[in-house]
């Protein structure tokens, strides 16, 4: 395939990143921008930018023929959708590949198959993966409801079969709550996903969120390693780290090889990532769900594998297949990413938009900042709140710990409110560093959330 001009279809310090791996290769980049971003950070590194369309994403980023007339009325030959917007539309990657260009990314089929939840946990099942509990797919009208949930038993969560990301969840701790439950999440699914299908998980308490990047070619696959995401606040993951720590020898061997397998079994072509709940009471992993995109936490994997995964999946894409082995692929020390955004801890974490007046990046080694801001930029209020992305590197987990507190407490951002107190409060805490905590950790520890200095 070829990769000479490729159309970056996405914002921010997902856009710059790209256009750096691209740059490297040799490649021209168009960056398709919206209004305000028409002189954004990754629009003056771009070749050429072209305009798709006002500030609200579904009239630019989220605009299929825009993006597509851009690549057309600028001899894109290639697209890379970045993460988030249309990266996961599975419509928009079938009609890319339709007019010839070639898509930075999985095939439709395996976005199709993997952003039906259910069906993507039957496959998952069918490839040996560990699952939880829950309904054979997605409930019909036939099912007995009651039936398959005392089955999976209680608390369980009636997930949207089309959700993902946290999103489309709903908890049931007893039986007569459960099927006024499955209705609202019914049309709550209708609603926000166009599809009103649900179905029964079991529901695991204080589990960790850990998950597996693979990379594939349609035929060979392998793995790039493991990440715990277990800090998140509102289903939102703040800070990542890898490798996952305190995971057992066969639990990781586990979720690595079925990872792979899965890949394998629904010829995946592209980065992929594997997400799974561990339990660390019955060290069990189960799969919640694959995500058929780059990862916003991807930069922790390559800092522990000194790999580009951005390179990784562009070559993938133009030559059609992978140049690594499982034996290429070294591991070294640990990694952290603090995802720094521009929220008011005060003020409910309400997004905090306005113009950068001071910002002032820490360095040395093992730092690095992924970002698509520079002083004197303005925060527009339409999009995500992500500003950058600070990750750090060193031997041990201890000793990245330590260089992370002492790059947090380097970075000075004046003219908006951002989550930087909260990401050294939560660095601070001994159960982070005894990997005590869990998805809920920060939203049941409220003297987290009122970090403000």
């Known amino acids: ?27 021209r980049t168009v960056l398709a921008a919206s209004e305000p971003d028409e002189g954004s950070y990754a629009a003056q590194l771009a070749d050429e930018v072209h305009i798709i369309g006002p500030a609200p994403a579904g009239k630019s980023y989220l605009n299929a023929e825009a993006v597509l007339a851009a690549a057309s009325a600028t001899g894109c030959d290639s697209l890379h959708p970045g993460y988030g917007f249309l990266s996961e539309n599975a419509g928009f990657a079938r009609a890319v590949t339709d007019r010839g260009l070639t898509w930075i990314g999985p095939s439709a089929d395996a976005i199709e198959l993997m952003g039906n939840k259910s ?13 939880l509990r829950g ?65 029964l998980e079991q529901f695991v308490h204080r589990a960790r969120h850990v998950e597996v990047q693979i990379i594939g070619d349609g035929v060979q696959v392998i793995h790039l390693g493991d990440r715990d995401c277990s800090l998140q606040r509102r289903q939102q993951k703040i800070v990542e780290e890898a ?27 592209g980065l992929g990532t594997v997400e799974f709940l561990y339990n660390p009471d019955t060290q069990e992993a189960a799969f919640i769900e694959m995500n058929t995109r780059l990862q916003v936490e991807h930069p922790v994997t390559e800092m522990i594998t000194g790999l580009d995964l951005i390179r990784e999946q562009i070559l993938v894409a133009r030559d059609g297949a992978l140049r690594l082995t499982q034996e290429d692929v070294r591991f ?46 303005a925060v527009a209020p339409f999009y995500d709140s992500l500003l950058a992305k600070l990750i750090v590197w060193d031997s041990s987990r201890d000793q990245a710990m330590a260089r992370s507190a002492g790059a947090l407490g380097e970075v000075l951002i004046s003219g908006v409110k951002t989550t930087l107190p909260l990401l050294k409060a939560v660095l601070a805490r001994s159960e982070v560093a005894a990997v005590e905590h869990h998805s809920k950790f920060i939203e049941t520890t409220p003297d987290l959330l009122g970090a403000s200095a």
């Open 1 to 27: 395939m070829t990769v000479e001009k490729l159309l970056v279809a996405n914002r921010g310090e997902i856009a710059v990143r790209i256009i750096r791996a691209a740059r490297e290769l040799g490649i």
């Open 119 to 131: 069906r993507a946990r039957q496959a998952a099942r069918a490839a040996g993966v560990p699952t």
């Open 135 to 199: 309904s054979d797919g997605a409930l019909t009208t036939d099912s007995d409801i009651l039936g398959i949930a005392e089955k999976v038993g209680f608390p369980l969560v009636v997930k949207a079969s089309a959700g993902g990301g946290g999103r489309g969840i709903r908890l049931v701790t007893a039986a007569p709550d459960l099927l006024s439950t499955v209705e609202i999440a019914q049309a709550e699914a209708q609603a926000a996903f166009g599809d009103s299908t649900v179905y």
């Open 243 to 269: 490798p996952a720590p305190g995971l057992p020898d066969n639990v990781r061997s586990t979720i690595l090889a079925s990872s792979i397998e899965l890949g394998r079994q629904c010829h995946y072509s």
């Open 332 to 377: 070294s020390g640990h990694a952290f990413e603090f995802r720094i955004n521009a929220e008011d801890p005060e003020n409910g974490f309400m997004p905090s938009p306005g113009t950068l007046e001071r910002l002032q990046w820490p360095g040395g080694p093992g730092v690095r900042i992924d970002s698509g801001v520079v002083a004197g930029s």
